[in-house]
């Protein structure tokens, strides 16, 4: 069970068209190492690349040049990769609202 199972963020936020609503997930344990020994801690650089994170809630769908639901491709509990999301607190906590194609993969 996720973190996120439980909680009642659904009746608070609903994404609209083909946003998705995604929890990061902070590996803050995670370190490099550089050859020489040098600790580099995640958190430099951790703007740049693509964060990981839990989907919470997915939006309905785009709407097609048919004008039909193209449903979403993610659903709540995939694991993904993203980037370029707008982050928003709920209950103190953070979360991001992005379009589908923000989505890089998911990961199984």
Known sequence: MSKN???KIHNKVRPLADRVLVKEI??????????SGIII???????KGAKKGD?????PGKVGEDGK???L?????DT???QWGDMIKIDGEEYYILREDSILAVIK
Do not use: C
Not at 26 to 34: I, L, P
Not at 55 to 59: A, M, N
């Open 55 to 59: 989907v919470v809630e997915v939006g």
């Open 26 to 35: 902070k590996d803050r344990d995670r370190e490099k190492v550089t050859a």
């Open 69 to 71: 639901i193209i449903p």
């Open 41 to 47: 801690p995640e958190t430099v650089g951790e703007d």
């Open 80 to 82: 993904v990769l993203f």
């Open 5 to 7: 199972e439980g909680k």
């Open 73 to 77: 491709s993610v659903k709540a509990g």
